[in-house]
């Protein structure tokens, strides 16, 4: 979103530091430790709790929309608040929902929990990505961040298959209880408290980061309805379903590459061109199940799915963050998430109740990709000659 970046701080900028950025590095996986692990979640809730498909949608919805409005209200106390009490006021919600969903497993009141889970969730991570956000360098912090989060991702996907349902909710309560005794290495507050000045060459509006948040919840209607519902589709179409979720598993090792490659591209192009290739790619990787879904065309959707994902969100969240620096847009980037993988379940949900089958979740993924692509193919064409 933004080009020709040249970016000064203070050497008092406390986010720069190692250890605030290695546990909000810590806090985002685990904030988004649901998000990664859907597939198998998802899978979870069918197989030990007996919910249909339509409700698993659901249930991940939920969850999502509470990441949405955590992330939301925290985007609007961030300025003002300690953002240390922020923490702890989302851990204390994540851990009590997740313990209290191993005592309630009737489907609305796991809907309820799951609600709560995310609300908690929202608050630990909008702090999390503000803080690698305030970094001096954004786009590397989130560089590294992604490329923790594409290992975080592989591991998850061989844990969670193999714990009970209970185990998964208890997994959860536990990264969320190792963060506790370093809660106070994250900043009280923000760069402008401590008169981080940062020098933008060509800076685009600030305003424009906000078209970018909005742009993330369009992408992440695609993320939310592919990633929630790619092995539930899988299985419905006659593949293995052992085989289907070590696909998943193995290629989400793709993101890890997908990091690697856009620490190169970053080096060596303009920031808007790669991103609208990207998208065209995306377009092409979900809507490829769209038509039939078989063994070559499943393994080929997966792999470049994960590669692109990881691929797009180094250049969203920087993007965002190096427009806005006040804080507030980057703390608002896990509710874009959250609200885009918050529509995309639910509406693949309604269009499986109506029957239209998980080749139209395909459509909407590829639609989806294809609005976005349109966004920010508007932005290069409105500044494309800043980078000329």
Not at 100 to 120: E, H, K, N, V, W
Not at 138 to 148: D, G, H, K, V
Not at 164 to 169: A, C, E, F, K, L
Request: charged letters at 10%; aromatic letters at 14%; a negative charge.
């Amino acid at each position: 979103m933004t080009t020709d970046i040249t970016e000064t701080t203070e050497p008092t900028n406390p986010f720069d530091a190692r250890g605030p950025f290695l546990l909000s590095l810590f806090m985002t996986l685990v904030g988004y430790s649901v998000l990664v692990a859907l597939p198998a979640i998802n899978s979870a809730w069918v197989d030990q709790l007996g919910f249909t498909e339509v409700q698993v949608n659901r249930v991940a919805s939920a969850d999502l929309l509470g990441l949405f409005i955590g992330a939301v209200i925290t985007s609007l106390l961030i300025r003002r608040s300690n953002r240390q009490h922020l923490i702890y006021l989302g851990i204390g919600l994540a851990i009590l929902a997740n313990g209290l969903c191993t005592q309630f497993i009737d489907y609305p009141m796991t809907l309820s929990l799951r609600f709560l889970a995310g609300l908690g969730s929202g608050f630990y991570t909008a702090v999390a990505v503000a803080s690698l956000g305030a970094n001096s360098k954004p786009r590397e912090a989130f560089n590294w961040m992604l490329l923790a989060f594409a290992v975080s991702q592989f591991l998850e996907l061989q844990l969670i298959p193999r714990l009970t349902m209970d185990g998964i909710y208890y997994f959860f309560i536990a990264t969320y209880v190792i963060t506790l005794p370093f809660v106070g290495m994250i900043p009280a507050k923000g760069i402008e408290t401590v008169h981080v000045e940062t020098t933008l060459t060509n800076q685009r509006p600030p305003k424009l980061a906000w078209v970018g948040i909005a742009a993330i919840v369009i992408a992440y209607v695609n993320i939310g309805a592919y990633w929630s519902n790619i092995e539930l589709a899988a299985s419905a179409s006659g593949l293995d379903s052992e085989w289907a979720g070590q696909v998943i598993a193995w290629c989400s090792l793709l993101s890890f590459v997908g990091c690697f490659a856009a620490m190169w591209v970053l080096k060596r192009f303009d920031y808007d061109r790669p991103l609208l290739v990207t998208f065209a790619f995306m377009i092409f990787a979900v809507s490829l199940l769209a038509f039939n879904i078989n063994a070559a065309l499943f393994l080929m959707s997966v792999a470049m799915f994960n590669f692109l994902w990881i691929f797009i969100d180094v250049y969203q969240m920087g993007g965002v963050s190096v427009t806005d620096r006040s804080g507030s847009a980057a703390a608002f980037i896990p509710g874009a998430q959250g609200l885009g993988q918050t529509a995309g379940p639910f509406a693949a949900s309604i269009m499986l109740d109506l029957g239209w089958g998980f080749d139209g979740v395909f459509v909407l993924c590829g639609l989806a990709s294809s609005c976005a692509l349109t966004i920010y193919a508007l932005i290069y064409l409105r500044y494309r000659h800043q980078s000329e």
